[in-house]
Structures are given as C-alpha cells and as structure tokens.
C-alpha cells in the first residue's frame, strides 16, 4: 500500500550505471588513430588496458564488432 502515491514504482527503476558497462566509446578515436595491418586485437587491448580500459577481451570483441 506504500507505492500507490508513486509515478514509478522503486524496483522498476534502473540504474543510469552497469556493472558491465565499459568505457570502450572513450577509446574509439585511439583505436582509428591506432589499429593498422600489423596491429592484432590483443596488442591494442594490451595497450587500451594500460591506458585504462576497464574491460575483458570478450566484451572488447564485441564492442568492436559494432564499429
């Protein structure tokens, strides 16, 4: 009976943040700027991690399938 005052009921709203988001859009411009013919995946994550990027492998490839 608390919620019948309420436009939205609490349990239905979602959060603005998840914990499997990812900062991947934050380095779209570094990987244009810096994947060529010699550049494997792995060695652009390597460097994108260093530089912080604050994912696996598996959500890199599928972030970049999207590009």
Known sequence: MRYIHLDVLPSLNTPTTSEHSTNFDHFIP??????????????????????????????FAKEWTGL
């Open 30 to 59: 570094y990987i244009h700027w810096n994947y060529g013919p010699q550049t494997t995946y792995k060695q652009l994550l390597a460097d994108m991690i260093a530089q912080g990027f604050n994912s696996k492998y598996t959500s």
